[in-house]
């Protein structure tokens, strides 16, 4: 394991594990916790950041928030992990000649690091809209530059990019835009939601990644149901997010109704 401190409670986590460095795909996680004793009993989800197939290794961006967290972030070189690698249901690429337009809040920003290798070898145009409170929240700002992926950056707080909320910028983008797009979504509920609408609105495909409480990462515990509706079916079923998603065509989420 390699530790990276970003700043704050925020770290890049780097592990050993064949499967998930050479077959992992964007939007897809992996569930992990610290040491090989039974405790804390259960791992934790975390969207795959970027991987290296040659070192055989993948990384995470995590924030150290919980007992959970703190450990991992505490782990020292040479230590073990236990991991369920790759899991879920990655992000689906655009057509040709479609603008994959990202949409991240605060951590939430992880999966859009591969998303955009994996744009880049198939010659896809990307763009991200990165929000969080403050500038402080948006960490994983300059990783997209070297990909030649515009980042758009929006704070509440007004302290970097667009004050408000990421989905300001993320409307005149859409207001303005010259071709088509296809928004891939990952962060707050709230947010999602807002993306939701703004695709809905405008007739546009949306994907969202959904990050509902997970025990096991295997479609056993059932804790990560979520209400989803597709088309043919007469009414909405509860899905795994872990098994069915995490990423959902947002057309098919049955949003709650308070906003």
């Not at 700043?7 to 939007?27: C, W």
Request: hydrophobic residues 40%; aromatic residues 6%; glycine residues 12%.
């Amino acid at each position: 394991m390699r530790r990276e401190a970003l700043g704050g409670a925020y770290h890049l986590l780097t592990f050993q594990h064949r499967e998930a460095a050479r077959e992992a795909r964007a939007g897809q996680f992996v569930m992990i916790k610290a040491g090989a004793c039974a405790e804390p009993p259960l791992r934790r989800p975390f969207s795959i950041l970027a991987v290296d197939p040659e070192r055989e290794t993948f990384t995470l961006f995590v924030k150290a928030v919980g007992d959970g967290t703190r450990a991992l972030c505490a782990m020292r070189e040479g230590e073990l992990a236990q991991c369920l690698a790759p899991l879920g249901r990655a992000f689906t690429p655009p057509p040709p000649g479609t603008e994959a337009v990202m949409v991240a809040g605060g951590y939430g920003i992880a999966p859009f690091r591969l998303f955009s290798e994996e744009l880049r070898r198939a010659a896809r145009a990307g763009r991200v809209f990165y929000g969080g409170r403050t500038a402080a929240d948006l960490q994983l700002r300059h990783i997209f530059e070297p990909l030649g992926v515009p980042l758009i950056p929006a704070t509440e707080d007004g302290s970097l990019g667009a004050r408000g909320r990421v989905t300001v910028p993320l409307e005149a983008h859409l207001d303005g835009r010259q071709g088509p797009v296809r928004l891939y979504a990952s962060g707050p509920d709230a947010m999602l939601r807002a993306v939701a609408r703004l695709a809905e609105a405008r007739g546009l495909t949306a994907e969202v990644s959904l990050d509902p409480w997970m025990g096991c990462g295997i479609g056993t515990c059932l804790g990560c149901v979520v209400l989803v509706r597709r088309a043919g079916e007469p009414r909405p079923r509860y899905r795994c997010a872990c098994t069915e998603g995490p990423v959902f065509n947002a057309a098919t989420v049955v949003w709650p109704e308070h906003p």
